[in-house]
């Protein structure tokens, strides 16, 4: 409906978003308040309004059933409003689980412990902000491997998630479960070969790591290329 005015659309999202921050409807309240931002300009809005819309969307996204990408979030200019003041914190636990990086989570959890104890949410929710960042710990494992090197040891995930190895197969299969890969556990091997794994919005390190991979790639095309050239030169001549 291009004829009507986007800020019927805003005013639409911004109040459904409050019905579902009220009943506490995480996931509910963080796609609502995305919409609501893609019809309003954050230019136009207070300061005092863009933090506190930037901390709700923060907590709704780390606390949000299923919401497992925050690469939308973080390259949204509303985020910035948290840097530089009491609650920069978030922001940089955002940025570790967009990154599945377990180890800076801990890290900020310890730094930031009284700050963190004040939310009664992240408090209740502490087991649910575990398993999530393990997920993506598991994720992050499986993206920067080759796509030929997808067979992984329960070990290995072991390893960098902490987690014994039968807690490892739960987490594999919530994350199969919820469809953010796909893959067979071979229990027998000790691995788990993934066959896909869900698309998200990457960071600059992960876009960097993936521009190295496909440098790699273009290194072994050409090698490949001058192996043929050597061994048939007449054929590649003609």
């Not at 996931?27 to 207070?46: C, I, K, P």
């Not at 863009?50 to 949204?76: C, V």
């Not at 190295?212 to 003609?238: F, H, M, Y």
Request: with cysteine.
């Amino acid at each position: 409906m291009t004829d009507i005015d986007p800020s019927v659309y805003a005013s639409y999202y911004w109040v459904s978003s409050q019905y579902h921050k009220f009943r506490q409807e995480f996931a509910d309240f963080y796609r609502s308040a995305l919409l609501y931002l893609a019809y309003t300009s954050v230019a136009s809005l207070s300061e005092s309004f863009k933090l506190d819309l930037a901390f709700d969307l923060s907590l709704s996204a780390l606390l949000g059933d299923n919401i497992y990408n925050f690469g939308e979030l973080l390259a949204h200019p509303i985020i910035t409003s948290l840097l530089g003041t009491r609650v920069e914190w978030l922001y940089h636990i955002l940025q570790a689980f967009n990154s599945g990086d377990l180890a800076r989570y801990q890290e900020l959890c310890h730094v930031h412990n009284a700050a963190l104890r004040a939310q009664p949410a992240l408090v209740e929710n502490e087991k649910k902000l575990s398993e999530k960042i393990n997920i993506l710990c598991l994720m992050e494992i499986i993206f920067s491997r080759p796509s030929e090197d997808r067979t992984i040891p329960l070990k290995v995930i072991a390893e960098r998630t902490k987690l014994p190895i039968e807690d490892v197969e739960h987490l594999l299969m919530k994350s199969l479960s919820v469809h953010l890969i796909e893959g067979t556990i071979d229990q027998v091997e000790g691995t788990v070969h993934v066959s896909w794994v869900q698309p998200r919005v990457l960071g600059i390190p992960q876009i960097k790591s993936l521009r190295d991979r496909l440098d790699n790639w273009v290194g072994k095309v050409q090698t490949a290329w001058l192996s043929i050239e050597a061994e048939t030169p007449d054929l590649v001549a003609a």
